[in-house]
Structure formats: C-alpha cells, structure tokens
C-alpha cells in the first residue's frame, strides 16, 4: 500500500499550491484527509471528507483551502489558495488507515 502525495514547495504569502495524493489502490468511497505537522506541533486536520461527501475544515483554512476527490484519476487534492506564513508545515494525505510520507509546505512572508 502506497500513498503518492506531491505539489508542496515554497510560496510567498497569498500564493497557491496545490496539493495531489495518490493511491496504490482505487480511491473508492474511503474517507479522505489532508493533515500538516509543524514543527513542535502535533499533526492537525486540515480538512477532510466522509460518507457521501460530508467535508469539514479546520478553521483556520475555511474558506481558504478546498478538498477534492477525483474517482476517474484515482485522486485526492487539497486546493490551498491565500496561503499564510502559519500554513507552513508537512502536509500528509490519509485514505482510510492509510497515511502518505508528506509533503513540505512552506509560506514565506
């Protein structure tokens, strides 16, 4: 079991990036996440997806960030616009029990 995630970088404050998670097993119905670990930080939900398409935020990215499934491409993304200096940290995509390595996000300001 294998969970591909890419699309993190740096960007300057009020940038985009977008963030893609793939499995090595078809995405189905599972339920989704995408998390972040700053440093010294325990890991947090960002955002999240369940059951017939219930989404929840964290509420520090509402608004801002926007999580997808894609069933045809086998995908997962997370669409993070205004991005801020306070989203910095690793992101990792969940499916099911699954976790992905993470990717870094990194916001300067």
């Known amino acids: 079991v294998q969970l591909q995630a890419s699309g993190g970088g740096l960007v300057q404050s009020g940038g985009s990036l977008r963030l893609s998670c793939t499995p090595s097993f078809p995405l189905g119905s599972y339920a989704i996440g995408w998390f972040r670990q700053a440093p010294g930080e325990d890991r947090e939900l960002v955002a999240s997806?369940?059951?017939?398409?219930?989404?929840d935020y964290a509420a520090s990215v509402k608004g801002r960030f926007t999580i997808s499934r894609s069933v045809a491409e086998n995908t997962l993304s997370l669409q993070m616009n205004s991005l801020k200096p306070e989203d910095t940290g690793r992101y990792y995509c969940r499916i099911g029990q699954y976790w992905g390595q993470g990717t870094q996000v990194t916001v300067s300001s």
């Open positions: 997806m369940i059951g017939g398409g219930h989404i």
